[in-house]
């Protein structure tokens, strides 16, 4: 912004601002972006002064006033924005908007060519450029590019009214790897990939991962939530100006609950729904009439977007009908603040407030709950979320879920909320500010750049494998194989997933071998793989390590003999609720409990997953000898110390394979445990997608079947050319 001639740098009032700058504070790169309104040479000088100031580079790309309105004023926030937020009635869709919109994308792409060098990663941020990887990989191939959609991607029923569909979904292949905010726009996305690019041959698409082949290349595509800098809101509400101004604010209202809303001013946050909600508690709690003080802000934004001005016009009707209706000379009910917030500033109110609200109509994430948990030093404060924020299905183990539309349900849990008690506050909020301490932005941010950098360089073909390792050449060497996922596909329940005659063959001529031992370990109970498995030569182990069969003859690795009425009584709790939902399957492993949920809609498991996820959660907290573990389409109670890691190391001393070198092959996150305890000379495989700490990468299960093939033959072969080598030395 322009202040007595000069350039001041204003942040942006949005969620991406407040989520990367610390992130490239931290790490420094080279930020390109649209510097707002105004341009020009005098303008570029004054703004790389300033810019000078920060601890990373700044580049403007202006766009003229044609520019603008065609791109950011039309076809970002009047097409893009509207479909992207399930709001088709305000959606406008016009061609010469969408020629601006190519045109702006391959000047950004030119700009950012100019900086680039030989291997760089270049993150693109938001529906304002969906076509850039289109645009600058011709002339820029030899770097990576990386997409996060901060919005909700729309389901296929709304992203195909747009008329240039294809160009779109086409470009977004463009990138190397894409981020989304939640499992649903993960799987609208995969949806409208299926349909739109029948070229790209999917790789594999579960809940929060996916990949496609596209000529030379691989795409991949992950549930990434967006979060805030924790440390940063935790401090700042720690600092003496902030404290003493919270503190100001509570005074003037010692007797009364704080309800605090803090929003731009936008049409998908759903503040009118939020007002007529406190109205209604109003309506139906007269006994709380000046022992409640709701405060809302709004921060300006698109005020020149007609829309928007008419959404300011029903705000302040709204707020003057409620506090004409209810005020009285001692007690205004709604203080409504319309302007921009310095991070200390809204600091105070959120670390004053006993109650946030977020009522979104449709969000990407939402960013304001997370940091109201963040300044919650004092462990006080409830929060209300919008089931249709995509921040609901991280905070529901904390956070009152409503759904904006019902006006009753949100008066309630308003209500609710400031009755509710002292303990289960503090332990609904300790709950919140456990998890996002651990998942910050800065997390995000490297979990993004790992799975930027994702496989690339690690995948290989299984003669690859055979060849690049020497530990096959081993006299003596121990293969750990996962099962489900790794062995055979993941099906859509458990039932389905038996060995077919094929894979038992190569198990067994594996096993047979000598200096092979084979292990087997799964989730499932050990009773279900030694009657697909068995053979006394094989090692097999169940419930992530809890028992193990060898030589034929079956007992505890890990777990305890307490363990089964611990289970008993949680999977007595589960029942229940899993045969309420039709498409939950509980499965009893005996050393493990899972409850898979591939079979429940995409709508379906957005409103229950986090149910149960947090169903999970209170029976650990009232038995912490359980975890929780995620697996593709599948949560699970497991023994709190038994994991596939430790397994493998207790096998490793009861084999007498310490010296032995480990092959190591899995898929999902529990597999990883086995990764982490390899030594250096020892060999990790993942299969499938996402990010891993395995040195290799195969694409799926058939890849491993070929794998273990080519080893027997291979293992077969050099053992019969050593007896030859011996024969012949013993003959001469």
């Known amino acids: 912004m322009q202040q007595s001639g000069k350039v001041k740098l204003q ?16 790490t420094g790169g080279l930020w390109i972006g649209w510097p707002g309104e105004g341009g020009g040479s005098e303008a570029a000088t004054s703004f790389a ?23 950011y004023e039309g076809f970002t926030n009047r097409t893009l924005w509207p479909l992207f937020h399930d709001m088709v009635g305000r959606t406008t869709f016009d061609s010469s908007w969408w020629e601006t919109y190519v045109r702006v994308n391959h000047k950004f792409a030119q700009a950012t060519s100019k900086h680039l060098k030989n291997g760089d990663l270049v993150w693109v941020h938001d529906f304002h450029l969906l076509l850039f990887a289109n645009a600058l990989r011709p002339l820029r191939g030899d770097v990576r590019y990386s997409f996060f959609l901060h919005t909700p991607f729309p389901p296929p029923s709304l992203f195909h009214r747009l008329p240039w569909r294809r160009e779109i979904a086409d470009a977004l292949l463009d990138f190397d790897s894409l981020g989304f905010q939640t499992e649903g726009d993960l799987s609208a996305f995969a949806q409208t990939i299926a349909v739109l690019c029948p070229d790209a041959r999917p790789l594999g698409v579960s809940d929060r991962s996916a990949a496609w082949e596209r000529g030379e290349r691989t795409i991949r595509a992950r549930v990434l939530p967006i979060s805030v800098d924790f440390q940063f809101w935790d401090s700042l509400a720690r600092t003496k100006r902030v404290m003493n101004r919270a503190d100001k604010f509570r005074a003037k209202n010692s007797h009364r609950k704080i309800i605090v809303g803090a929003d731009r001013l936008d049409y998908t946050k759903g ?17 709380e009439h000046e022992k409640v003080q709701f405060l809302q802000i709004a921060v300006p934004s698109r005020s020149s977007v007609s829309e928007y001005k008419q959404l300011k016009r029903e705000i302040d009707r709204l707020i003057g009908q409620i506090n004409g209706r209810f005020g009285t000379p001692d007690w205004v009910p709604v203080n409504y603040l319309y302007r921009s917030f310095a991070p200390a500033e809204l ?98 941010a490297d979990d993004f750049v790992e799975v ?9 073909e299984p003669e690859e494998v055979l060849a690049g390792w020497s530990g096959w050449q081993a006299p003596e060497v121990l293969l750990y194989i996962a099962y489900d996922g790794t062995l055979v596909p993941l099906r859509p329940h458990p039932s389905l997933a038996a060995p077919d005659e094929e894979l038992v063959e190569i198990l067994d001529h594996l096993a ?29 182990i169940g419930g992530h390590g809890a028992a193990w069969r060898r030589g034929g ?32 399957v509980l499965e009893d492993k005996r050393h493990s409990i899972a409850v898979h949920y591939n079979l429940l809609t995409d709508i379906a498991r957005q409103r229950f997953v986090p149910e149960l996820r947090s169903k999970l959660e209170g029976i650990v907290e009232k038995s912490p000898t359980l975890r929780v573990l995620e697996g593709h389409y599948v949560l699970e109670l497991s023994p709190g110390g038994v994991d596939k890691g430790l397994a493998l190391e207790k096998i490793r001393r009861e084999l007498g394979h310490e010296d032995q070198p480990i092959a190591a092959i899995g898929d999902d996150a529990t597999d990883e445990e086995m990764f982490r305890v390899l030594g250096e000379t020892d060999l990790s495989i993942h ?31 050099r053992r019969r050319a050593v007896e030859r080598q011996r024969h012949a030395a013993h003959s001469g």
């Open 11 to 26: 942040p942006g009032g949005g969620g991406l601002v407040s989520a990367l700058d610390p992130v490239l504070r931290r």
């Open 49 to 71: 002064a300033a810019a000078s100031e920060l601890p990373y580079d700044l580049v403007p790309v202006d766009l003229t006033p044609e520019e603008t309105a065609g791109h």
């Open 271 to 287: 503040i009118p729904q939020r007002l007529r909600a406190f109205e209604k508690l109003l309506e139906k709690h007269p006994e």
């Open 347 to 444: 600091t105070s109110y959120y670390q004053a407030a006993d109650v946030a609200i977020v009522t979104s109509i449709k969000d990407g994430m939402n960013l304001v709950a997370k940091e109201f948990c963040a300044a919650s030093t004092t462990g006080k404060g409830v929060v209300i979320v919008s089931e249709f924020a995509g921040a609901a299905s991280e905070l529901s183990r904390g956070a009152l879920i409503v759904n904006p539309h019902d006006t009753d349900g949100v008066a309630d849990a308003l209500y609710q909320a400031i009755h509710m008690p002292p303990a289960e506050e503090q332990a609904r909020m300790e709950a919140l500010r456990s998890y996002l301490a651990v998942y910050d932005v800065h997390r995000w």
């Open 452 to 460: 930027a950098k994702g496989v690339q360089g690690r995948r290989r």
């Open 512 to 540: 047979s071998l000598p200096g092979v031992t084979l292990a087997i370990s799964s989730g499932r109970s050990l009773d279900e793989l030694a009657q697909w498995f068995p053979n006394p030569a094989m090692v097999l």
């Open 553 to 584: 003859e079956s007992a505890l690795l890990l777990a305890q003999s307490w363990l089964a009425g611990t289970l008993a009584a949680a999977r007595h709790q589960l029942e229940g609720f899993a045969s309420s939902v039709p498409g939950f």
């Open 687 to 717: 299969v499938g997608l996402g990010p891993t700490a395995a040195g290799v990468v195969l694409s799926d299960s058939k890849k491993v079947r070929a794998l273990l093939s080519k080893l027997a033959n291979y293992r077969l072969t």
